[in-house]
């Protein structure tokens, strides 16, 4: 809506807070069950938003527009048992997503502290796995500075309830590899 019209207010909705943005969606299923359609639903949305990622000068190089979505325990199992990683039942594994240097020492250097955190607290660490990239599609001051997309894979230890009780034990650990 422009700045001049206004909707009626609705139980949900007060146009006092109208403004101008770059745009958000959400698709949920309040059940939490895992479908193609939420997926597509949620892909639909991002085509649907005007502004979907900040554009330079040559309208080549953006920030990124993406999904969020439950883990696909199915397609970790099958993608990561070709690296001869086990990841045992859902919930039984945490899955941190990482953005590190290409430099390779440095990469290494980080990926190494990491999996001495997840040691230190008595956890362990499962393994790595690189994201598929399509670097073609990306202008050249993105390609420039485009991280090595990595997850890591931290088994939970037998004395770790599933759900929070391993989440906080995965929180602390992600704490400890920031600083």
């Excluded at 949305?45 to 999904?67: P, Y």
Aim: glycine share 10%; with cysteine; aromatic share 8%.
């Amino acid at each position: 809506m422009r700045e001049n019209q206004t909707r009626p207010a609705a139980p949900l909705y007060d146009p006092r807070f109208e403004h101008d943005a770059c745009g958000i969606g959400a698709v949920v299923d309040i059940k939490g069950r895992k479908t193609h359609q939420t997926v597509d639903d949620a892909l639909k949305i991002v085509e649907k938003l005007e502004h979907r990622a900040g554009k330079d000068a040559e309208g080549q190089t953006g920030d990124g527009v993406g999904i969020l979505l439950q883990i696909s325990h199915e397609f970790f199992v099958e993608t990561v048992a070709e690296r001869g990683i086990t990841l045992g039942e859902e919930r039984d594994y945490g899955i941190g997503m990482f953005f590190f240097p290409q430099e390779t020492l440095r990469r290494n250097q980080a990926m190494k502290m990491f999996e001495l955190i997840v040691a230190k607290e008595g956890m362990e660490f499962l393994g790595w796995r690189e994201v598929p990239v399509c670097p073609q599609v990306l202008g050249h001051k993105a390609l420039a500075k485009m991280p090595r997309i990595m997850q890591g894979f931290v088994r939970r230890p037998d004395h770790l309830a599933r759900g929070l009780e391993f989440d906080r034990r995965l929180y602390i650990v992600r704490r400890e590899f920031e600083q």
